[in-house]
């Protein structure tokens, strides 16, 4: 037994330098400390598993403050889980999905909205990320054609896979257009606390208000350990989503372990502080990258990710002393990322090397 005489211990060994820190992506990180003590505060004694416990329950009244009276939350082990649970829950086995073509769900998840979910990628090229709906109309049609695998859900990423973000009208716009033609709206957040510190406007003007159906809600990318939820906006839009989570291979155990996690982020306001920090984080490098002749900021800068372009060999130089990775390694594109736990001086000595490798 452990106690304040007499603490845990482990036999575990610690294989990393903790001062060391990249721009390759916020899942680099580490928790949060305040994460980390709420873990420790749900451990001990037992509660009821697979999600009756009483942190489950909890997040539920957390998840209505902030998504409005309806919204409820079920906690998975992770962002494609939540996505390929929440975009089921949407379809039906002939359903599609609109979204762009650099869309998470289409370029990061190996297939498994497609492979697990049994649903078809309907892509649209964009300039910057986002979708209008415009755009969606390039792949909204055919509903009564057989031989095509029938548009039910246009996705959209909140912010985008290119660091843009969407307005709550430019939201709404396609909301309201989707349902006009009998569509649904998913919209993935794994950054959503990124865009609504971008926003300055609570979480619920972006998605309940703006008629988004159902979201992924991300944690991992803004402080947890692990762990996301699939949030039910609008419980007329989806079907049997216990089940869908149990056979998605999405159900905890011992959920309370995920659902803690989430009310540290939500009780008061650490997602939001997560959030304006990694943003501001982005915006001091964005600052600094832009004195640097030779290197071309790539899309305006509202989150927590840069995205640039500059020589490839300046890129692979620096790549030996700080990870991050080719977005497009053709065009000698990058992408630069913030977390929580970015400080002033790792984006100050970075841009310093990046001046360092330039001049070379």
């Known amino acids: 037994m452990t106690s304040p005489t007499n603490p845990p211990r482990t036999d575990a ?17 580490g928790a949060h400390p305040e994460v980390m003590a709420a873990l420790a505060l749900a451990n001990g004694g037992h509660q009821v598993a697979y999600g009756e416990d009483d942190y489950t329950a909890h997040l539920q009244q957390l998840i209505r403050a902030h998504f409005g009276a309806s919204a409820e939350a079920y906690p998975v082990f992770n962002g494609t889980g939540a996505n390929v649970t929440a975009l089921q829950a949407l379809t039906d086995r002939w359903g599609a999905v609109v979204c762009a073509e650099s869309a998470h769900i ?36 055919g509903w009564e054609d057989e031989h095509r695998a029938m548009p039910q859900v246009v996705s959209i990423t909140q912010n985008t896979e290119l660091g843009t973000v969407y307005t709550p009208e430019e939201i709404r716009a396609i909301c309201e257009h989707a349902h006009e033609r009998g569509m649904k709206v998913h919209l993935d957040g794994a950054r959503i606390a990124n865009a609504a510190a971008s926003l300055d406007v609570p979480l619920r003007t972006f998605t309940s208000r703006a008629g988004v159906d159902i979201l992924s809600f991300g ?5 947890m350990l692990f762990g996301e939820a699939v949030v039910v906006l609008n419980p007329d839009a989806v079907r049997h989503m216990k089940h869908l989570r149990k056979m998605s291979m999405q159900l905890a155990s011992k959920m309370r372990f995920v659902s803690v996690q989430l009310e540290a982020l939500l009780a008061k306001d650490l997602w939001l502080r997560n959030a304006r920090h990694s943003n501001e984080m982005a915006q001091r490098l964005a600052e600094g990258v832009r004195a640097v002749h030779g290197v071309e ?11 640039a372009r500059l020589p490839q060999e300046v890129s692979r130089r620096l790549m030996e002393r700080y990870r991050f990775y080719f977005w497009d390694e053709t065009a000698g594109d990058v992408r630069w990322m913030c977390s929580f736990d970015t400080r002033e001086d ?9 001046k360092e490798e330039m001049a070379r």
């Open 297 to 307: 900021i790539l899309y305006e800068v509202q989150a927590n990710a840069v995205f």
């Open 219 to 223: 944690g991992t990318k803004n402080g």
């Open 106 to 141: 289409n370029v990061d998840e190996g297939g498994a909205p497609e492979r697990v979910a049994g649903l078809k990628l309907l892509t649209v090229p964009t300039p910057d990320g986002k979708l209008t709906p415009e755009l969606i109309d390039r792949q909204a049609w």
């Open 13 to 29: 060994k610690r294989h990393h330098d903790p001062e060391i820190r990249g721009f390759a992506s916020d899942n680099y990180a």
């Open 346 to 354: 790792d984006v100050d000595s970075f841009v310093a090397a990046l």
